[in-house]
């Protein structure tokens, strides 16, 4: 089994920044995609940006530009710095893990991000 432990949540104001981390371990092996997902309150979870072990990045439209997605492979953990954010940008975020053909290995607990004046 595959665990995720996500940290860096918080209450920040429009404009500011976070750095989200979630550090993976366990059965690791098998991982090849790593992402973040979010949930914000009455809707349904979304892909944030996801990474591959070789570090191509995928980002949903309406983060790019804003968040960073990145990967230390030998650590085993992942990164989100998250800037400019918006009050949209409110949701519980989480760290996922799959393996290769998109099988799912884990979620992580949720880190709640509140962006509010």
């Known amino acids: 089994q595959v665990q995720l432990v996500e940290s860096g949540g918080g209450l920040v104001q429009p404009g500011g920044s976070l750095r989200l981390s979630c550090a993976a371990s366990?059965?690791?092996?098998?991982?090849?995609?790593m992402g973040w997902h979010r949930q914000a309150p009455g809707k349904q979870r979304e892909l944030v940006a996801d990474v591959t072990p070789g570090g191509t990045a995928n980002y949903a439209d309406p983060v790019k530009d804003r968040l960073t997605i990145s990967r230390d492979n030998a650590k085993n953990t992942l990164d989100l710095q998250m800037n400019s954010l918006k009050l949209e940008d409110t949701a519980v975020y989480y760290c996922n893990a799959r393996g290769y053909g998109g099988i799912n290995y884990a979620w992580g607990q949720g880190t709640m991000v509140t962006v509010s004046s």
């Open positions: 366990g059965s690791i092996s098998g991982i090849y995609l």
